[in-house]
């Protein structure tokens, strides 16, 4: 099963390519306006440091949300492409669940933050001890409500527990701990597993079923209404 994921829900885009189970070839790189641009370039260079081609690969995996409303429109737009390209289908990964990825070893509940602004965040807990699926669901969220759903002791992580570490330090006490410096951003190359496990449960599809999953409105759609 040959693999090539990408993310693009933060300010830094990630992707890889992985062949049964096994990472090929990584790329990194901060994200901004002049992404798009970028991404075709970095993409080429992937294949090309993997030694194989868009041709080569049985799934095209990218994060579809919750994250930044223009990265993420720029993943679903490249993944969209390859696959059209190659007629092979597209897996919708959640940019949370992959970002949970850093942390799969950890021993108690994992829970990525993301910065949403508007003094909210999107967050959700991971208990890898009984598997992928969230023990307390994706929720866009004020910081402090969403803290107080979670029992027990949890690892925090992303630039959500970064900019909210003292609020979780007074809500949770003792039973927060925090993620290593390097673990705060969504890793491609730390989605494999999850992917295989997509697939497995049969979540690929055709490519113009991919859709973002925002949690909450754009400001396009707030402006509208």
């Not at 999107?122 to 409500?145: I, K, N, Q, R, W």
Request: glycine share 10%; aromatic share 6%.
């Amino acid at each position: 099963m040959k693999l090539f994921i990408i993310d693009t829900s933060t300010s830094v885009f990630s992707m890889a390519i992985a062949d049964k189970g096994t990472l090929l070839a990584e790329e990194c790189g901060v994200a901004g306006p002049s992404t798009a641009a970028r991404l075709a370039p970095a993409v080429t260079g992937l294949f090309a440091a993997a030694g194989l081609a868009p041709a080569d690969m049985d799934v095209f995996a990218v994060t579809v949300g919750p994250g930044a409303f223009t990265g993420l429109r720029v993943g679903i737009a490249l993944v969209k492409g390859l696959s059209c390209a190659t007629g092979k289908p597209a897996l919708p990964l959640s940019s949370l669940a992959l970002l949970a990825m850093n942390a799969r070893e950890s021993d108690i509940p994992v829970c990525p933050l993301f910065d949403a602004r508007k003094g909210e965040v999107y967050g959700a807990l991971y208990d890898f001890s009984v598997g992928s699926t969230p023990v307390v669901s994706e929720a866009a969220a004020d910081p402090a409500a969403f803290l107080r759903g979670i029992e027990g002791r949890a690892l925090f992580l992303g630039d959500g527990a970064l900019r909210y570490r003292e609020l979780i330090e007074e809500v949770m006490g003792e039973r927060a701990r925090f993620a290593a410096g390097n673990l705060h951003h969504p890793r491609a190359a730390a989605g494999i597993d999850l992917a295989l496990e997509g697939v497995s449960k049969g979540m690929a599809i055709p490519p113009g079923q991919l859709l973002p999953r925002y949690l909450r409105l754009s400001e396009a759609e707030l402006s509208r209404r």
